[in-house]
Each structure stands twice: as structure tokens, then as C-alpha cells.
């Protein structure tokens, strides 16, 4: 079996690939190794062209009924013998096939956009690398790179490939995209390792799109493209399609329902119709058809899709950006939210917070790399530094590489980065103390020694010293003396116990502690005898947002879950100072969770609230065996290592700033800003718009209903029959636009306080179904009554054919009902008063322009003859309005009657 290269000494690596490590490769030979692996370079998935995005917009089975149904209408259209004009005889069709295509050309416009703001977010830098050929040094574009190569890294570089190191100085790599480790990873070139080493431990490789953190390197190019970690990790991306999201499977179930019901009734009608034979085929296959628009609620994909787009245009104005129109309510339906930590909880920005001296305690005020901050001691800020406090600082500043980059970012080791910080937080600055001077001697840090020295020139007149950091229990062995603000004084036993007590207290919170120390006139050995200047204690900080953002997920019955790369004692630290680890909480290792089959895993998933050192694969049988036991799972991440699981969650919520491109090509969603609270601004927005669109499909299908009822009972009579065109705008133009504002109805109270939605609940639940129902029969009934009363009442239609008023009066009736219907349903329990009688200042635009469009319907003479109408008088108008009303209050009586229900206390 062939042994993979973290096991193959660098002779073994060389010879396998024919590369010298002085030389690198011929000309020749790059080509040849090109042919035979092809271009550095990650092989993408496909974007459906711009036409399949379109098509796919009229995969819903409600927009597949309509269109049927336009058919059919154009179909008899074309049978009938007419004089009338083709808009008249076709206006059924058009109407049908432009609301269909409306609701297409949204949905392709909002997902382009969508994607169009992705490609503006990717980075546009392209990778160079530093390559020997021949013997020479040039610089190339990593996508030129094969494997045999061999390439050079300093600090600040990103890896161009998958390497193994041949020579390595001080070499550390942030590994955090890839692994989720915060810190950066020494690297060692000597090593080989054993085959079952893991990927987070693999000293002697490093691995493309990691940063390098401090040192230097030459390595050997071993794996380009699709064949390096981060192209196997895309391999997963591209197994299998996308589940559907919560709000489309809910949707396609109600399509189902309303498409089954609406084709039964419909077939049924039609078979009465043939068995009674006094009428003909044409006329009763366009009752079907009318039947059939009356059923289906022709606005709702387009209200719908209108509805998610500016859902989707206000999460993109607080940092979301969504790439799909139905991720827009996911989030607003996720019962777990797995998050990494690294850049995700937590800034990824090491942060010095403690500073330990011989004299006290001092922590440090400021967050992450900003440079403003306080040193407080006893919870009182300092107005001066005092002696011991800035000779450790000025130490920390002296041993340091790193640096401010030509952005004005810093560069280099964020061990080394957070003492930078430190010193600008004292106002001390690493260019200012050197003030031109040298670092002229250099003990450099390594594994063995755990510490390193720097012993810079001296000034003129002074005598140099050196300064020390590293490891506690490397510098307190030989440190003799101790700073304090009397002086260097000798080190005690007491003074040592206080300080490694310090640093255990610190190390028990997750807290990474750097000892500093300093030896005037160094010698010969400048570490030995030194005098201890203290401690820093650090850490890779959390957000400042995270914690309130992470209680707010807890109250509205969200649980949080931690899955990372990183240790564990860390990660629980970081989980429990955020609130979501507590008493009873589990924590589980990646090889804890490899020792799981599947079925004990799914067991057990739901009680672990921090995943460590978890890699790619094991983060994607998290989600599964979460999603395995019925959770809506919504992943968050930055990394590389993240991205199988954001494809694989019910939705991926991917870093924009500091994330992956594979990260951000894997999500549904990406946050612009990097900021985890946006996740909380979201879930709140899916959960309004979720509550939204069902507040709409009872409005639509109440309105249905009724003209349902009409339909149906008016074809046994020998009454003039609602047509195609009439359903249609009402259903369109009289519901639409108050629908559409249905969909903006502000959030209502306490919407984070409820628990997320049962997984198996549809849009409509039991009293929806009754509420639609009744509101159908109501205003079904009274457009019966009025379409009854030439009988009952016939001076009301003195003038005129008494069939023709009364098909008029009811057509007004069912547009003008709705409308009065849409304030009842603003919300299912308050009442219209208590949320606010104007508080939708878009729903009475809504409710003015239909009613003075169908007005115009039915009051403009040229009008009358395209909707089949007629001239009503005033008692008839007043009849129509007070029939019209009779919804809210009705509704308004009925959530009066359930909130006394609810309110009064239950017998025992």
C-alpha cells in the first residue's frame, strides 16, 4: 500500500516525484508533471445557465395547473364561434400566462442578484508563489504550480499547494481554515509520522489556502488541486443534491392539497355536467376551468416570491446575503444551530486580557487587534504605567516579529500580533524603542527549549540587555530575580508559588500564558539568571455580540451546538463563557465520536453541546445524524473545513469577510459583516415572514374558498355564471395587492419567545383550515344570497336584466370581502386594535387601490363589456358593502371568544 507523505522522509518525497531540492524541476519535467495532474486549481461546479434558472422558477405544481388551465381556456376560446374581439376571447389566457411568467421573471431576477452580490464578495487577488526551476528563483501564479515543484514561504504567504516541508525555520502555519485550530501549528521538516497521525497533527505538511504565521520554509509540492485536502474536502460538496428547505416542502404539500382538491371537484363537476346533458361540452369544460381558477390561489407564488425577495432585500441591508428565495424562512424554522468558533464565535484575533506581575493582577480593556484599550487593576483604571508593567510590555515588544502589514493590518504570529496590541494599548511601540537599532543576537524559539531571546544593540553609553519569552515552566527555573516596583529583587519560593497559581487559574479558563523575562549585560548566556518580569494570560476572545445573540437562539428554543477544530478544554471555555455549556452538558472529541456507529451517535447528538477536534467529514455526520432525527439543522462557518456541513445543513450560513470561497460557495447564505448576531437578525426575520405567508395563504384561500362555493352551487342554477376573467381579477387584482402587504406586516410580540415551529407542521394547521373554511362559506353565502335575490327581492332590479345585475353585485362582493377580511387576519389572536388599526400603512394602500381598481370595472362603460358587466344602482351598492363587510367582525368576535377561552382558569 502506498504510504501517504507525512510518512516519507524528504529524500523519500524527493525521489518519489523527481525534484531536486536545490534545483526544483526542468522545464521538461513541469510540463510533463502538468499533463499528467493539470492545473492548480479547484475544480467548481457548474452554475445552471441563466434559461434553467429560469425554467426552474415553474417546477411548482400550482404554476404547473395554471398553465394547464390557460391551455384549456385558450382551447375553448378557440372552439366557441364569437364576434368579440381576440383580447376579449383570449383575456382568460393572458391574464393566467402573464401572472405565471411575473412570478418566473421575479424569482430569476432576486437569485441573479443574489449571486451577483457573491461574485462581487469573493476575493479577486489571485495566489503567487515563490518557485525554484533550475536552480533560479522566480515568482508565479500558484495555478502554475505541480507537483514536484519546489517553493519557498516566508511569513504572510498563503500555502499555493499541498506541501511537504524539506527545510523549515521557525516555521508556524494558521491552520485555522482548514482544521479550526486558533493557534498557529509549528511545523517541523525532520519528522515522518506514522500513517494514522491526524490531519490537525501532520507536523511535517502543510496544506493549501493556510496562512503561513511566522518563520520560514522550503517544501516540496506534493498535491495540486483536486488531489490536496481542500480539493478532497470539495469532493464532498459535490455528492448529492439539496434538500428542499422547510417553507418549499411546506408549500409543495399545500400545492398538493389545493391541486388535488381543485382537480377532483373539477372533474366532478364537468361528469355532472355531461350526465345531465343540457349543456354543452364546451360550456362545462370552461366551468371547469373557471372552477379550477377559483380553486387555485393564482397570486400566491407571485406574492410568495414577492414576499421572500424583500425578506431577502432587508437580510442583505443587515449583513445576509441569501442565494436562494426559500433560505429565506429557514433559518426562521432551525431547531439547531451548529457553529464553529474560530472567526465565527470568536473574533480569531489572539487578545492579551491578564497581565500577572510579582506586585498584582492587571487586565487589559479592548477587543481583539484594535489597538484602544485600558489596563485596570482592582477594576480601577490605571492613570500611569508603573515600573514592572512596562518593562514586560517593552519585553514583549522586543521579542517580536511581527509587524504592521502595507494595509496598516498586522502581520506575523498572533501570539506575537496580541503583544504588538498590548504595547499600543500602553502607548509603548515597537519601532520607537529600537529607535534604528538591531536586533543583534537571536535565540530562536523551539519545541524543545519552549522560549526564545532577542538581545538588541544598546544605546550609546548603555550596556545591552536581552529579553526572554516562553513557556512558565521553561523561564521560572532560571529566573533568580524578580521585578517589582521597588527594584529587582531576589525571586522567592513564595513569590514563584503565587505566579504558577496564577497561570493554573488561567490555563483552567482556556487562557493560553506567556511568561516574559529580561537579563541586563547578558554574557554568555542570556538565559540564565534572568529576572522574571511576569505573565500575559490570552485568548482567542468572543465576539462581542456572540453572547447576547446565543441567549437570544436559547430563549427562542433554538439549541446551539459548537463543532470545532480546536481543543476541548478551549472550546468548552469558550462555550460556557457564552452560555450555552452548562451543568449536564456533554463535550465530545472527534475520536469519541469516530468510536459511534451511526445509530449511537443519532443517540447521543442531541446532548452535546461543544464538538473538539472535529474534521470535515465527522462535522457532516453531526448535521446528518441531527437532521436524521427530525432537527432543521443551520450550520455556520468560515472554513474550508466547514463547507461539506454548510452544503449538507437544512441551511449554511458562511463568513463573507473572513471565509473560504468554498465556504461561501457551499452556503445558502453568507453574512456579509462576519457578525454571528446577524444569525439572530435573521432567524427573527424567517420567523416574520414565515408567520407572514401564512397570514396570506388563509387570506387568499379564505377568499378561494368562497368563490369555491360560488362556483360550484351557481352551476346547478340557471344563473349567470362568474367567468374565467372575473375569478381571475379578483383573485389577482382585488386580493393581490393587499396580500403583497400582508406579506409586510411588521413582526408581532414575542415571536423569539416561542419555541421554532414542530418540523412535521404544514403551513396551514388545524384552525387555519377552519378559518378558511368558515370565511369561505360566509362570503360564499352571501354572494349566493345576492345572486338569489331577483327571486326574493325583484323591485331591486326594476331596471336591466335582473341575472346580469346580480352576477355584478356578487363579483363585487367577492372583491370588495377580501379586503375587509385582511384586517381580521393581520394577526391570529390580537386584535386589530391592540396591534395597531394603522400600524400597516401598506396594507390600507393596498385596500384603497383595489377597491378603486374594481371600481373602475365595473363604472367605466368600455370596461363593462371585457369583465361582463353591468351599471348598479346605489341600494345596490349599499348591499354589496354590507355583505362585503361582514368578515371582520366576524373574525374579530371569533379571536375575542378563543382569547376569553384561553384566558379563564381550567377546573382541576
Known amino acids: 500500500m502506498e504510504r501517504d507523505w507525512h510518512e516519507r522522509s524528504t529524500d523519500e518525497a524527493l525521489s518519489a516525484l523527481q525534484s531536486d531540492a536545490a534545483r526544483g524541476l526542468s522545464p521538461e519535467a513541469v510540463e510533463a508533471s502538468r499533463g499528467r495532474h493539470g492545473p492548480n486549481a479547484l475544480p467548481s461546479a457548474p452554475r445552471p445557465s441563466a434559461l434553467w434558472r429560469f425554467l426552474a422558477q415553474f417546477r411548482d405544481p400550482l404554476v404547473g ?134 490531519l490537525a497533527d501532520r507536523s511535517n505538511l502543510a496544506f493549501l489556502a493556510t496562512k503561513v504565521a511566522r518563520g520560514h520554509a522550503r517544501a516540496l509540492v506534493v498535491g495540486t ?76 407564488p407571485a406574492i410568495t416570491t414577492i414576499t421572500l425577495a424583500l425578506g431577502m432585500q432587508r437580510m442583505a441591508q443587515k449583513g445576509a446575503i441569501v442565494r436562494r428565495l426559500a433560505a429565506v424562512e429557514t433559518l426562521g424554522s432551525a431547531t439547531v444551530v451548529c457553529t464553529d468558533k ?70 506575523g504570529d498572533p501570539t506575537e500580533i496580541a503583544l504588538l496590541v498590548l504595547g499600543a494599548k500602553a502607548d509603548l511601540d515597537r519601532d520607537r524603542l529600537l529607535a534604528g537599532r538591531a536586533i543583534e543576537h537571536e535565540l530562536p524559539f523551539d519545541s524543545d527549549r ?32 524578580v521585578r517589582r516596583e521597588e527594584g529587582v529583587v531576589p ?50 476572545p468572543p465576539r462581542p455580540t456572540a453572547a447576547r445573540a446565543v441567549a437570544e437562539c436559547r430563549a427562542a428554543g433554538i439549541h446551539v451546538a459548537m463543532i470545532t477544530g480546536d481543543h476541548r478544554a478551549t472550546a468548552v471555555a469558550i462555550a460556557r463563557d457564552l452560555g450555552f455549556f452548562e451543568e449536564g452538558d456533554l463535550a465530545m472529541q472527534g475520536d469519541e465520536l469516530d468510536a459511534l456507529d451511526d445509530e449511537a451517535l443519532e443517540a447521543r447528538v442531541s446532548k452535546v453541546s461543544v464538538f473538539a477536534r472535529a474534521s470535515a467529514e465527522q462535522k457532516l455526520r453531526i448535521v446528518r445524524a441531527l437532521q436524521k432525527r427530525g432537527e432543521v439543522v443551520a450550520m455556520t462557518g468560515d472554513g474550508v473545513n466547514d463547507a461539506p456541513a454548510l452544503r449538507e445543513a437544512a441551511i449554511g450560513v458562511a463568513m463573507g469577510k473572513g471565509g473560504t470561497d468554498v465556504a461561501r460557495e457551499a452556503a445558502e447564505m453568507v453574512l456579509a459583516d462576519d457578525d454571528f448576531a446577524t444569525i439572530v437578525s435573521a432567524v427573527r426575520e424567517g420567523r416574520a ?49 393587499p396580500a403583497l402587504a400582508l406579506g409586510l406586516e411588521p413582526a408581532e410580540p414575542g415571536q423569539m419567545d416561542r419555541p421554532p415551529r414542530p418540523v412535521a407542521e404544514g403551513v396551514l394547521r388545524a384552525r387555519e383550515l377552519w378559518s378558511i373554511l368558515g370565511i369561505g362559506a360566509l362570503m ?105 363587510a361582514l368578515p371582520l367582525p366576524v373574525v374579530e368576535l371569533g379571536k375575542a371568544i378563543a382569547r376569553a377561552v384561553r384566558g379563564r382558569p381550567r377546573r382541576t
Not at 493 to 499: F, G, M, N, Q, S
Open 780 to 884: 360564499g353565502g352571501a354572494a349566493l344570497l345576492v345572486y338569489a335575490l331577483p327571486s326574493i327581492a325583484p323591485t331591486l332590479f326594476s331596471v336591466g336584466d335582473p341575472n346580469a345585475q346580480a352576477r355584478t353585485m356578487a363579483f363585487s362582493l367577492l372583491a370588495f370581502s377580501p379586503l375587509f377580511h385582511a384586517f381580521g387576519v393581520r394577526s391570529a389572536t390580537s386584535s386589530l386594535f391592540s396591534i395597531g388599526l394603522f400600524s400597516n400603512r401598506w396594507l390600507w394602500l393596498a385596500v384603497l387601490t383595489s377597491a378603486g381598481v374594481h371600481c373602475l370595472a365595473v363604472l367605466v362603460p368600455p370596461l363593462r363589456p371585457v369583465f361582463h358587466t353591468t351599471p348598479l344602482d346605489a341600494t345596490q351598492w349599499g348591499i354589496v358593502l354590507g355583505l362585503a
Open 491 to 540: 525571586l522567592d519560593d513564595a513569590t514563584r508559588e503565587v505566579l504558577l497559581q496564577r497561570a493554573e487559574s488561567h490555563a483552567d479558563g482556556a487562557f493560553r500564558t506567556l511568561a516574559l523575562a529580561e537579563k541586563p549585560e547578558p554574557g554568555d548566556d542570556p538565559e540564565e539568571g534572568m529576572v522574571l518580569l511576569g505573565l500575559v494570560a490570552m485568548l482567542d
Open 450 to 481: 519552549k522560549r526564545m531571546s532577542v538581545i538588541p544593540s544598546a544605546p550609546p553609553g548603555e550596556t545591552p540587555t536581552a529579553y526572554i519569552k516562553g513557556a512558565l515552566d521553561a523561564l521560572l527555573p532560571r529566573c533568580r530575580f
Open 225 to 300: 488541486g483536486a488531489s490536496t485536502e481542500v480539493g478532497r474536502i470539495g469532493a464532498l460538496l459535490r455528492g448529492g443534491d439539496r434538500e428542499p428547505t422547510p417553507l418549499e416542502r411546506r408549500l409543495a404539500q399545500l400545492g398538493k392539497l389545493i391541486l388535488g382538491v381543485c382537480l377532483a371537484v373539477s372533474a366532478l363537476l364537468f361528469a355532472i355536467g355531461m350526465l345531465q346533458g343540457d349543456r354543452e361540452w364546451t360550456v362545462l369544460l370552461l366551468t371547469a376551468v373557471s372552477l379550477a381558477v377559483a380553486a387555485i390561489p393564482e397570486g400566491l
Open 342 to 411: 474560530t472567526g465565527t464565535l470568536t473574533q480569531n484575533a489572539m487578545t492579551v486580557r491578564f497581565v500577572e506581575t510579582a506586585d498584582g493582577s492587571f487586565e487589559v480593556v479592548g477587543e481583539g487587534y484594535a489597538t484602544e484599550g485600558r489596563f485596570l487593576r482592582d477594576g480601577t483604571p490605571l492613570d500611569v504605567l508603573g515600573e514592572p508593567l512596562r518593562h514586560l510590555i517593552e519585553a514583549g515588544l522586543y521579542a517580536n516579529h511581527a509587524h504592521r502589514g502595507e494595509d496598516g493590518g498586522f502581520v
Open 65 to 198: 395547473t395554471l398553465l394547464v388551465a390557460a391551455c384549456v381556456a385558450a382551447a375553448v376560446a378557440m372552439l366557441e364561434p364569437s364576434d368579440a374581439s381576440w383580447a376579449v376571447r383570449f383575456g382568460d389566457t393572458m391574464a393566467i400566462g402573464l401572472i405565471v411568467l411575473l412570478n418566473a421573471l421575479l424569482g430569476f431576477w432576486q437569485e441573479r442578484r443574489a449571486e451577483a452580490a457573491l461574485d462581487a464578495l469573493a476575493s479577486m487577488v489571485s495566489t503567487q508563489a515563490h518557485v525554484i526551476r533550475e536552480g533560479l528563483s522566480k515568482r508565479v501564479d500558484a495555478r502554475e504550480l505541480v507537483p514536484g515543484d519546489v517553493v519557498e514561504l516566508e511569513p504572510g504567504d498563503e500555502v499555493p499547494a499541498d506541501l511537504r516541508l524539506l527545510v523549515a525555520r521557525e516555521l508556524a502555519i494558521d491552520e485555522a481554515v482548514l482544521t479550526g485550530e486558533s493557534v498557529p501549528v509549528r511545523k517541523e521538516a525532520e519528522v515522518v509520522l506514522d500513517a494514522a497521525t491526524p
Open 689 to 737: 415572514i414565515f408567520e407572514n405567508v401564512r397570514k396570506f395563504i388563509v387570506f387568499l384561500n379564505g377568499s378561494n374558498a368562497g368563490l369555491v362555493l360560488t362556483v360550484i352551487v351557481a352551476s346547478f342554477f340557471p344563473w349567470s355564471q362568474l367567468t374565467p376573467l372575473q375569478l381571475l381579477w379578483v383573485n389577482l387584482v382585488t386580493n393581490g395587492l
